[in-house]
């Protein structure tokens, strides 16, 4: 590897209007997935990945991701008292994690936007964003691939799935061509929520992306796209029609769920919680039950 070691970029600065009221004072980053907020999965993915360097673009309730993710020594200081051990490791192992910032994106102009502010503290790193709402089961390591990828082709990488035509209209999708990987695709073309009609292929963008820091010039001239908001896969698309550069999609056949969405964020507690031997033996027969009555 001869580029500077990677850094995370995490934006949890949209509005989260799908779960309103929840994220009426709290970001939907911080719902809890079982026990643990969304975000605190995402950084936990990072760091598997070997990432060290974690920046976190806030919106408007910036103090909650904060606070997550730093010492509280009176809750510490009373579980020890306790005796709680695991309780008190859980609560060290947020503010342990890595090397963690954050900084405010001011206006939610697009997920373009919070990359673009990034542009300071990332420099000339190449960089991992990491929607803060999108998780990978760490039994999948998606982003390690990603990682390797852009090594081996010292090229954008980006994360693509599968997804039904009555869906795609939600994702930015990709024109894509094969490789002698059948698992990594070269990307020709990218299309932000196209109607299935429109669509280029059957592969959609999900929430992880592996970016060389040339990223940054063109964000700055991306215009506002779909939506009114500058998308990064406008300036991908731009990325991807440059013979000297390019970008290429490595296709994810693993478990993600999306916690952005109120069915998917319900979904993503269900299994992840039956595959914990804390919980599934009293939920596991409860499920089945309930189930069965439906
Ligand atoms: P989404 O479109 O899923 O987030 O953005 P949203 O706008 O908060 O959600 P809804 O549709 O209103 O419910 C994808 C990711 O980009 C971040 C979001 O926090 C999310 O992780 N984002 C989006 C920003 O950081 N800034 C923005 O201006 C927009």
Redesign the pocket.
Known sequence: MSHKPFKAVI?????????LPATKAMP??MLPVVDKPAIQYVVEEAVAAGIEDVLI?T?RNKSNIANHFDSVPELEHTLRTKGDDARLAAVLEASDLADIHTLR?GE????G??VLRAQRHVRDHPFAVM???DLIDARDPLLTRMLDEYDRHGATVIALMEVDPEHIHLYGVAAVEPTDDGDVVKVTGLVEKPSAADAPSNLAIIGRYVLNPAIFDVLEHTGPGKGG?IQLTDALQEIAADPEQGVYGVVFRGRRYDT?DKVGYIKAILQLAIDRDDLSGELRPWLQDFAADL
Do not use: M, N, V
């Open positions: 934006p949890a600065a949209g509005l989260g209007t799908r779960f939907k980053e673009i919106g994106q939610p102009k697009g997920l936007h919070a929607l803060g709402d908001e952005g």
